[in-house]
Nanobody, 121 residues
Framework: VQLQASGGGLVQPGGSLRLSCAAS????????MGWFRQAPGKEREFVAV????????YYASSVKDRFTISRDIAKNTVYLQMNSLKHEDTAVYYC???????????????WGQGTQVTVSS
């Protein structure tokens, strides 16, 4: 599966961004789409995971109630709506696909290239 992440940018604290992850290839082989992020000098961390063709989702406690996963199956695209952004949300955000429901990066086999999100005043 090929993944193309986009939608990052510079936003002020309290602002919103919507990230997109467009998938192509053997998307039917995967069941879950995950979002991860990596800040400079830190390890890649779990943000959210959602069913590729369902409504279930799970979020890291640091983003719960602020971030929401949605999907457009017709477009093979998954979105991450990010609201009430904070300085600590600054990172490169990655989307990835997995056959397992997991918060571990090692469970994900295919990754997008990442998109930079910077929260700054």
């Amino acid at each position: 599966v090929q993944l193309q992440a986009s939608g990052g940018g510079l936003v002020q604290p309290g602002g919103s961004l919507r990230l997109s992850c467009a998938a192509s290839g053997r998307t039917f082989s995967y069941y879950y789409m995950g979002w991860f992020r990596q800040a400079p000098g830190k390890e890649r961390e779990f943000v959210a995971v959602g069913e590729w063709r369902g409504e279930s989702a799970y979020y890291a406690s640091s983003v719960k109630d602020r971030f929401t996963i949605s999907r457009d199956i017709a477009k093979n695209t998954v979105y991450l709506q990010m609201n009430s952004l904070k300085h600590e949300d600054t990172a490169v955000y990655y989307c990835a696909v997995s056959r397992a429901w997991s918060i571990r990066p090692s469970s994900y086999s295919d990754w997008g290239q990442g998109t930079q999100v910077t929260v700054s005043s």
